[in-house]
T-cell receptor, first 111, second 114 residues
Framework: QKEVEQNSGPLSVPEGAIASLNCTYS??????FFWYRQYSGKSPELIMS????GDKEDGRFTAQLNKASQYVSLLIRDSQPSDSATYLC???????????FGAGTTVTVRA | GAGVSQSPSNKVTEKGKDVELRCDPI?????LYWYRQSLGQGLEFLIY????????KSGLPSDRFSAERTGGSVSTLTIQRTQQEDSAVYLC????????????FGSGTRLTVV
């Protein structure tokens, strides 16, 4: 079982719609969760971090965490063509000081 | 510096040559990571530094790969006798400490072995 799994893409959404990205993780001891955005040909950029159960909103982005279900998600509201990118879920591994990354979900926003 | 700096941004080398990739992390970040990303693929962990020591080298693909970090700052990833399968983008990231904080990535070095 992979440490971090993301829903397979690609995900295509119309402009203005909500894009929903899902991620599950295997280590119940994980406490820190992150979403990165990676544009084609660029390096990953941290866009959201979440540490407590519930929702965290930042502009058009909302991260949701449910530790009991070992599930973290990212919602992108009012999707824009500039949101077209690959989104990586990352989860800390409490025993070895590094993040585990999912394979990423590619999102395409159709104008 | 303000961000993680990597050099060179692009490197084309002939098969069999050695290459050195450099990473200058954010000032004060004690943890430094090297990842590799092949075209269209996910992030492949290579090595982790805490200060100048490397507690986790488990991702280095072969003994042709080595890395060091000096002064708790700059790190160099060296690939000896490069092979075509080494072609990838090599990403460096730094953070305050371990995995509790998000990483900041550099812009990467695109290595092409011809």
């Amino acid at each position: 079982q992979k440490e971090v799994e993301q829903n397979s893409g690609p995900l295509s959404v119309p402009e203005g719609a909500i894009a929903s990205l899902n991620c599950t993780y295997s280590d119940r001891g994980s406490q820190s969760f992150f979403w990165y955005r990676q544009y084609s040909g660029k390096s990953p950029e941290l866009i959201m971090s979440i540490y407590s159960n519930g929702d965290k909103e930042d502009g058009r982005f909302t991260a949701q965490l449910n530790k009991a279900s070992q599930y973290v998600s990212l919602l992108i509201r009012d999707s824009q063509p500039s949101d077209s990118a690959t989104y990586l879920c990352a989860v800390n591994q409490p025993t070895d000081y590094k993040l585990s990354f999912g394979a990423g979900t590619t999102v395409t926003v159709r104008a | 510096g303000a961000g993680v700096s990597q050099s060179p941004s692009n490197k084309v080398t002939e098969k069999g040559k050695d290459v050195e990739l450099r990473c200058d992390p954010i000032s004060g970040h004690t943890a430094l990571y090297w990842y590799r990303q092949s075209l269209g693929q996910g992030l492949e962990f290579l090595i982790y530094f805490q200060g100048n020591s490397a507690p986790d080298k488990s991702g280095l693909p072969s003994d042709r790969f080595s890395a060091e970090r000096t002064g708790g700052s700059v790190s160099t990833l060296t690939i000896q006798r490069t092979q075509q399968e080494d072609s990838a983008v090599y990403l460096c990231a730094s953070t305050l400490s371990g995995g509790d904080y998000g990483y900041t990535f550099g812009s990467g070095t695109r290595l092409t072995v011809v």
